[in-house]
């Protein structure tokens, strides 16, 4: 057909049809050269924030003790609190009953209390004493109580929860209930009379250059005698809490052993009034002084004399 002899209204339309394909087809282009994506890819979510540490933590502590044997050091970290991941220590010479976060730094933790079946882990608790032991070059933090923090913790039947909140804590230094109801204690665990109190009414411990001793009963509030460890040479004791009320030495069943000339034929004995008894053995005779720490019999209704 002859293009003139088309109608106007087709080349019209023929036209507009050119012109918009030309148009899809820049606009196609463009999109291609800008190399944008088709779909805008969504930003990653962030990261849950850290959880605050409540107090101190072990870092920012071990910097305020420094050597440990700054002045005032107690002044300073008394009533503070702290969060620690306490574990037991694994070397040897470590105090009795005490745990560690760091084994090697000479920082040892002793809990007042404990939490049920607490044996280590995150602990959020106060600072109640602090002590530098010269020799063997030990820091001790005394804790309020050590328990499974919160966040960690096992929700407890509020009856659970009841019993325990209503029976008496018991000091790491202590043995709780262990020795009830024998001869000079009571249904608790409590000595009442030293002097009738039996060798293996309290719970053996091992302390200092591996010695073996007993501690029974339950200290007072504020008790000096929660500052020593079974080991301790009778110098260092009264080094740690001063001179006893009253002190003396008996025999041992040794003692009448023919041709036994070994260390264990008498034990010192020392008593502190308002605190308890400390035994010693290993002390020649005539030279008491020279033994070591080896039974703790707390009573806080000690009278002082033998």
């Keep these: 057909m002859n293009p003139r002899t088309i109608p106007f209204p087709a080349l019209a339309l023929t036209a507009a049809v050119a012109l918009l394909a030309a148009g899809c087809s820049s606009t196609a282009n463009k999109s291609a050269d800008s190399g944008a994506p088709a779909q805008a890819t969504a930003a990653p979510p962030a990261p849950p924030p850290k959880p605050m540490i409540e107090g101190m933590g072990y870092d920012e502590l071990a910097g305020v003790l420094g050597d440990g044997a700054g002045k005032g050091l107690k002044q300073d970290l008394v009533g503070k609190t702290v969060t620690l991941s306490l574990s037991k220590p694994s070397g040897r010479g470590a105090p009795a009953g005490t745990y560690v976060v760091s084994d090697g730094d000479s ?22 004493d602090y002590r530098y032991v ?15 923090a919160a966040s960690a913790e096992p929700a407890r039947p509020a009856a659970a929860a009841t019993t325990a909140a209503a ?64 080991g301790m040479p009778t110098r260092q004791v009264t080094d740690l809490i001063g001179p006893p009320t009253d002190q003396g030495v008996y025999v041992t069943g040794k003692a009448f052993i023919p041709f036994y000339f070994g260390s264990d034929r008498h034990r010192y004995e020392m008593t502190y ?29 000690e009278a002082g004399y033998r």
């Design 107 to 128: 920082t040892y933790f002793r809990c007042r209390a404990v939490g049920g079946g607490f044996s280590g882990g995150e602990v959020v608790t106060k600072i109640r």
């Design 273 to 301: 009034k308002g605190q308890g008894r400390l035994v010693f053995a290993g002390g020649g005779m005539g030279d008491y002084s020279s033994g070591n720490l080896i039974w703790i019999i707390h009573n806080p209704n």
């Design 134 to 148: 010269a020799k063997p070059l030990q820091r001790i933090v005394d804790l309020d109580r050590c328990a499974v």
């Design 167 to 230: 029976a008496p804590a018991a000091s790491s230094g202590g043995a709780g209930t262990v020795g009830a109801g024998k001869p000079g204690m009571d249904a608790r665990g409590n000595v009442v009379d030293s002097s009738k109190v039996e060798a293996g009414s309290g719970r053996t411990v091992k302390g200092l250059n591996d010695y073996e001793g007993e501690i029974t009963g339950n200290p007072g509030p504020g008790s000096k005698f929660t500052r020593l460890q079974i």
